[in-house]
């Protein structure tokens, strides 16, 4: 874009795709404020990958008040094209349209990148949920996804462990068998049972990249009572979910600490977090979240013998972003992350 846009920008989306039976690719976003009478380009939000030939929208929060002009970088991909259609800008201070629905629609944890030069903090998007990894690791750092009563449906548990493919070539790709004999299960961030519409979906919760070394009780016990009772807000409410697991060693069924499993390949974490989002349905889902909504965050140690009560582990999302440097619900306005990040969760267990 060779010209400034005279009323800012409050959001802008850009529907994209990849062209023809090109390979995927990576782009950004960038904006230059005409109020800054300079030359610098800043980057605005996530690095997004493109991996399907259908088009698909980018939404990206601006909120810039002059006027502004954007330019599209593509930072991976070699020769594959993009096919780029319908940039849409809101202006400053209008009703922003809504992500609803979006795996990161309340933010991007740690800023992961879809770029091989940050492989530990390699964004891994899939249609089911969106993946924060950590190659070196062999785990995810995060997960967040959401869940509607659209989800769920009659689809089987398919229980088809597996490698994940779409991992960048060379890297290592964590094994179904790589936790065997190790006194770890492999333990779902997205679990199976919150992706039921269709095979497809529940078969994507086994990829290991959705997997983390998790004792057994943890797993098996408090963590699926936590599951379970996510999903009991469905159908009236819907839920956004970011999940994930940090430190160095755990004590599986084997006794006790392990740090690595699978030669070294996949560390075992010494906590599992998660943080719940629960609104009622509806549309226009970030600009609904408010100091009142209901906001569950626990903090688990990765051992054997933990209480199975889900709740005695509850605590603030302030005290997970501590442990973790993430900034969890950064698409927040600052005043509501303010209230709901610094309160720990009162309410009903069952």
Not at 56 to 77: L, W, Y
Not at 112 to 118: E, G, L, R
Not at 183 to 196: I, L
Request: aromatic letters at 8%; glycine letters at 8%.
């Amino acid at each position: 874009m060779s010209f400034f846009l005279p009323a800012g920008a409050g959001t802008v989306t850009v529907q994209h795709a990849v062209y023809g039976t090109d390979a995927s690719s990576s782009w950004e976003l960038y904006a230059q404020p005409q109020a800054c009478n300079c030359t610098k380009w800043t980057k605005v939000g996530a690095t997004v990958l493109t991996t399907s030939a259908t088009l698909q929208a980018a939404a990206f929060t601006v909120n810039i008040p002059g006027p502004v002009k954007f330019e599209i970088r593509k930072v991976s991909g070699g020769a594959a094209q993009l096919n780029l259609d319908d940039f849409t800008v809101t202006e400053y201070g209008t009703t922003q349209p809504s992500i609803d629905n979006d795996h990161l629609a309340l933010g991007n944890p740690s800023g992961a990148v879809a770029d091989v030069s940050s492989p530990n903090n390699y964004l891994l998007p899939k249609p089911q949920f969106t993946i924060g990894y950590n190659r070196d690791q062999g785990k995810p750092n995060w997960v967040s996804w959401h869940l509607d009563a659209a989800d769920t449906g009659s689809a089987g548990r398919q229980d088809d462990f597996r490698n994940d493919t779409a991992l960048p070539a060379g890297w290592y790709q964590v094994q179904s068998t790589s936790y065997s004999g190790s006194g770890f299960d492999r333990g779902h961030n997205c679990p199976s049972a919150d992706r039921t519409a269709t095979r497809e979906d529940n078969s994507a919760t086994f990829l290991m990249t959705n997997m983390m070394p998790q004792a057994p009780n943890n797993n098996q016990q408090a963590w699926a009572s936590l599951e379970n009772y996510t999903r009991t807000f469905l159908p009236n409410n819907e839920v956004y979910v970011i999940c994930g697991s940090y430190g160095v060693g755990g004590t599986g069924s084997n006794g006790g600490v392990t740090n690595t499993i699978d030669q070294g390949r996949v560390t075992v974490p010494a906590y599992c977090w998660k943080v719940i989002v629960v609104l009622p349905v509806g549309n226009n889902d970030v600009s609904r979240i408010n100091a009142s909504t209901r906001v569950i965050a626990i903090n688990t140690p990765n051992q054997q013998g933990i209480s199975t009560d889900w709740s005695t582990f509850r605590t603030s999302v302030d005290a997970i972003e501590a442990a973790t440097g993430y900034d969890i619900l950064s698409n927040l306005p600052v005043a509501v992350q303010d209230v709901l990040e610094a309160q720990v969760d009162n309410g009903p267990t069952q």
